[in-house]
Structure formats: C-alpha cells, structure tokens
C-alpha cells in the first residue's frame, strides 16, 4: 500500500484533491498507536500523518492549549505538568492494549478516539474539552471550527461531532483543547471485603455525597497482580479523593461516615501510590500486551454486578475476566477465543438494558471484518451518521468503513 507523507496543510489538501481524481481512498494514521481500534479499513493508501507535530499556541492563563494532531500526549503531559495543569478529561494511553509502547498516542489520536479515564463522570468526556480544530475535508477544502477561547463557539459545534469520529469525517490537522489545573494532592480511600453488589452500592454511595469523589473502580482478584500498590487475594473498591490538601480530612470524614454503612475494612494510600493505580486504572493495565479480545463496556453502574454475574455463567463467551470503572458505569472484560458468537452472546445479554454499549476493543483482523466492533446503531441513527460522513467526505475518502459499514 501506497503511503503518503504531508509535511503542511497544503500538502494534505492537495492530496486529497489528488485522491478524489484518482478515485483512491485513505486511511488515516498518526502514530498508528490505534489502528487495532474498529473495523478494519479497505484503502488504497495510507495518509501518514506523523510530520503534522508540535504545539502551535499555549496559554496557561486563558486554560486553552493548540497543537498539530499528531503531537505526542507524552509531549502534551509534561508540557501541561510544568504549569500545574492537565486535561481533565484524563484520556487513557491505551497504546500497551494494542500492542504498541506506553506513551505512542498523539493529542489528534486521542480527540478521534473519544475515550475519557476515571475523571470522564465527574469532569467531563473530551468532546466537552474540544473547543476547536483546523481541518481539511473530502472535498480537498482547508476548513475549520469552533476557536482557542472557551467561550468562542457559535452555530454547529463540529469539535463534538468530530471527537470520538477516528477521522472519518475529514483530516484533522491542527486542535484546541480546554485545560485546567491539576490537582493539588490525591488520595485513595480501599475498601476490602466486600461482593460486587455491595462495593457497586458503596461506591454509589460515595459519589452521592458530599466528598467529592473523581474517581472510583472495583477490581476483583484476577487483575491485582497489575496493581502492586493494593492488597491482593481479594476484591477491593477503591474511591479517589483529589483537590487542595486542607480539604481533603473533611471530604475524608464524610467519606468515612458513609462508608461505615457498609463495614468493610479500609486502607488509605498516598499520593505516589494512587498516582500509580489509578493510571493502570485508566490505561486498562492489566490486559496489556495480550492478543485475546478485550471489549470496553458502559451501562448504568447499578447494572453492574448482574451484567458480571450473567456473563461469568455463559459458557458460549468463554473465561474471561475484567474490572470495573466509573463507579461501575464502564467494564473493561477480556475473552478467551476470537469467535464472533462470543460477541453475539455479550451483547445479547446487554440488550434490555437502556443505554447499555459493548465495544470491541481489542481483537484480531478477522474478528474486527467479521462483527461490528462498534454497538450497532439502530437503522435510523445509522441512517443519520451515513449522511452526516456524507456531507464532510461525500466520496468515501477517509478511514472508509472504519467505525460502521459505509461510514
């Protein structure tokens, strides 16, 4: 396959005039830290976008950061970190899930993929820290949207269309992000003792009162050996507190009184070490490296521990196991054997659940042509997603196929 190089705006315009005249499609790549995300693309070139790099604009009093798509989150972190800030969003670096080194994602890379970390239900998801982008679409037109103050959108919002759009809508070349302070200090309340139920019901019970909770995940014994900071032998809940260091022993007082409720033994960890968990949190940890097929699943968390419980007693899934994020809101469950009926029968279980969404993380080439990666759409939302791609990429240029069939 043929791979195209641009080096500016211009040369990515020009070659994508030059593909809709040659009747030629591309699939779109950065780092290539997230090809293994989707369906896979039927192109006839890659449009190598890796030159496109560096930060254009940062301004740590106005809280708004620019920089080409292809910037290293590596870069974007440590920049942010000399400032006492970050993105509040807490975008995971997946990179290790698909085989590829810790830190390969790029700023672009991670606004086309979408995905939040364990901050997303409390701070937002990182359409809501997009406020702006430069772009070129399928008709080889430079365009953009939305600007580099937080208050500068006006009509469509593109950069919530275009987040979580793995560049099937246009080429992004340059984007704007929203950044805030980072926490002062973080620490994490661990409980023990305690079943899937009753740790999703204290974890509810947390994030409803008045302690101020950012992050909170319950990871069974299976998984512990990625999380050397906690006690293993058995399932434990862990609650992050994060802010101003005089607020935390009040919200940690709150925090006690609710969680006597439940009487569960609990430890507290420090700074250093909930830095480290909830990272591997985050960065789904501990199936990194793996070939078997990991899918990432939202439902309402009190859906939780039946989903687990139904899932761990199909024997037409396979072994399989998993942990819970955002209060239990998200599951990340890894499966034995690349077989599409295991797919089948996940999200058979997920049907009359409102608003439940199983996604194909992780698995091998065939498995990804063969099953929708993605939840299916329902026909009139997938009748909808097909014209909007239209009206950016009315040829079918870019990533063609790559989240649903003809988008």
């Known amino acids: 396959?043929?791979?195209?190089?641009?080096?500016?705006?211009?040369?990515?315009?020009?070659?994508?005039?030059?593909?809709?005249?040659?009747?030629?499609?591309?699939?779109?790549?950065?780092?290539?830290?997230?090809?293994?995300?989707?369906?896979?693309?039927?192109?006839?070139?890659?449009?190598d976008l890796s030159t496109l790099s560096g930060v254009v604009a940062y301004e740590p009093a106005e809280l708004v950061l620019t920089a080409r798509q292809a910037t290293p989150m590596a870069e974007i972190r440590a920049l942010l970190a000399?400032?006492?800030?970050?993105?509040?969003?807490?975008?995971?670096?997946?990179?290790?899930?698909?085989?590829?080194?810790?830190?390969?994602?790029?700023?672009g890379g991670a606004l086309s993929l979408g995905f939040g970390g364990p901050r997303r239900p409390y701070a937002g998801a990182a359409r809501d820290h997009f406020l702006g982008f430069k772009a070129v679409n399928g008709y080889g037109e430079a365009f953009g949207a939305?600007?580099?103050?937080?208050?500068?959108?006006?009509?469509?919002?593109?950069?919530?269309?275009?987040?979580?759009?793995?560049?099937?809508?246009g080429v992004l070349t340059e984007v704007t992000v929203k950044v805030l302070p980072a926490p002062q200090t973080v620490e994490t309340v661990v409980l023990t003792g305690l079943d899937p139920a009753r740790a999703v019901a204290a974890l509810s019970a947390a994030q409803n009162s008045a302690a101020q909770v950012t992050g909170a995940a319950v990871l069974p014994p299976q998984v512990l050996a990625a999380f050397p900071d906690l006690p293993d032998g058995e399932m434990v809940a862990l609650i992050r507190l994060e802010g101003v260091a005089p607020s935390l022993p009040s919200r940690r007082a709150v925090l006690a009184d609710v969680l006597a409720h439940f009487t569960a033994p609990t430890e507290l960890l420090g700074e250093a070490a909930s830095e480290r968990v909830w990272t591997a949190v985050a960065d789904a940890a501990p199936f990194a490296d793996a070939s078997r097929p990991l899918w990432r699943i939202t439902l309402p968390p009190a859906s939780a521990p039946d989903v687990i419980m139904a899932l761990a007693y199909d024997d037409s899934i396979g072994g399989q196991r998993g942990y819970l994020d955002w209060g239990g809101g998200l599951i990340w469950l890894e499966v034995?054997?690349?077989?599409?009926?295991q797919a089948a029968a996940l999200r058979a279980h997920l049907a009359a659940i409102p608003g439940a969404n199983?996604?194909?993380?992780?698995?091998?080439?065939?498995?990804?042509?063969?099953?929708?990666?993605?939840?299916?759409?329902?026909?009139?939302?997938?009748?909808?997603?097909?014209?909007?791609?239209?009206q950016f990429d009315p040829h079918g240029l870019f990533n063609p196929g790559r989240l649903y069939e003809g988008v």
């Open 146 to 169: 939305g600007g580099r103050v937080v208050k500068n959108v006006t009509g469509f919002d593109l950069p919530k269309l275009m987040a979580g759009a793995m560049g099937t809508l």
């Open 336 to 341: 034995d054997g690349q077989h599409p009926e």
């Open 82 to 107: 000399q400032h006492g800030q970050s993105l509040a969003f807490e975008p995971p670096d997946l990179s290790a899930v698909w085989g590829r080194p810790r830190g390969s994602g790029t700023l």
């Open 358 to 390: 199983a996604t194909l993380v992780r698995g091998d080439a065939a498995l990804r042509s063969t099953i929708p990666p993605l939840q299916p759409l329902e026909p009139g939302l997938l009748a909808l997603t097909r014209r909007v791609k239209a």
């Open 1 to 47: 396959m043929t791979t195209l190089t641009p080096t500016t705006v211009e040369d990515v315009a020009e070659i994508v005039r030059d593909a809709i005249e040659a009747k030629q499609t591309l699939e779109l790549v950065g780092s290539g830290s997230r090809r293994g995300y989707g369906r896979v693309p039927q192109a006839d070139a890659t449009l």
